[in-house]
């Protein structure tokens, strides 16, 4: 199923099995995506990272991922451009931004309840009839199928994480996740974040314990691992061109940092991937 405006924008919801699994990889700038699976024992690495995910799990996915199947069973792939919906100048309306995208140093997988299912089936069904209509009512109608299942599988993921505290505290959290997203290459420390929302890092490092999360800073440096790997492994730059990208001036402070996460130095990480 497939839609298309006037005006760029797209939505896709494609079953995907191990016939057509290419798919997965194949990811346009601004496009967001949620992976549904359908059955169990799909096998897919993600950043070079092997996951295994069973029936109805889902996973939401950002063009920056790099995505190799292994083992395709059944993946309902819905798919989506900024035109169609963007979550970022929709925040207030699906409070995604920095939970499902743009905030993970890890994959988010959602694990919906058998009551969770049946809604999220429901509204599938919902995206089947109105992909049938033609009026000028489609697109919008659309749009609230999108956004009705981000806030489902957003409420889903906050239940699993215990994310229980007020709705202004969870928001700061979320910001900050983004903020790290966007200034990781250049901000490595919990100070510039504290400063850009105005908090003190004490209150940052209470919210996120709070909530049982990892520390702020561990938070940095898991995105900055992230992109580090993401780098050493699909990109042909040298070590010290990969450190000046990630805002480290000195190819040994990249290395004494990157050997501290993940017991290997850069250099070995790269040639082990080749």
């Known amino acids: 199923m497939e839609f298309r ?36 024992n799909n096998r897919i690495r993600i950043d070079n990272v092997e996951y295994e995910f069973n029936r109805h799990q889902i996973i939401s996915l950002t063009e920056f991922h790099r995505i190799e199947p292994i083992e395709t069973k059944h993946v309902k792939l819905i798919k989506w451009n900024r035109d169609f919906y963007c979550i970022i100048n929709h925040d207030s309306e699906v409070s995604c931004k920095g939970l499902l995208f743009f905030g993970a140093s890890s994959v988010p997988i959602i694990n919906p309840t058998t009551e969770d299912i049946e809604i999220l089936e429901t509204v599938l069904k919902m995206f089947r009839i109105e992909m049938q209509s033609k009026d000028n009512l489609q697109l919008e109608m659309l749009q609230m199928m999108l956004k009705r299942l981000l806030i489902l599988c957003t409420r889903i993921y906050k239940a699993q994480n215990n994310y229980t505290d007020t709705k ?13 997203e966007q200034h990781f290459k250049k901000k490595h420390s919990v100070n510039e974040y504290a400063d850009l929302l105005n908090k003190s890092p004490k209150t940052l490092s209470n919210l996120f314990k709070k909530n049982d999360e990892i ?23 040298s070590v010290s061109e990969i450190a ?27 040639e082990g991937k080749n």
Not at 10 to 33: A, M
Not at 218 to 237: C, G, H, P, V
């Open 5 to 40: 405006g006037i005006n760029n924008e797209y939505l896709q919801i494609v079953d995907v099995h191990s016939n057509n699994c290419h798919l997965l990889k194949e990811f346009k700038p601004s496009e967001l995506s949620l992976l549904w699976f359908m059955d169990n």
């Open 168 to 180: 202004a505290n969870i928001d700061i959290i979320r910001e900050y996740n983004f903020l790290v």
């Open 215 to 237: 520390t702020p800073l561990k938070f940095i440096q898991n995105r900055i691992m992230l992109e580090a790997r993401r780098q050493l492994t699909y990109s042909d730059w």
């Open 244 to 270: 000046y990208d990630l805002g480290f001036s000195d190819i040994q402070v990249f290395s004494r940092f990157f050997k501290g996460q993940e017991g290997i130095s850069p250099q070995k990480f790269k």
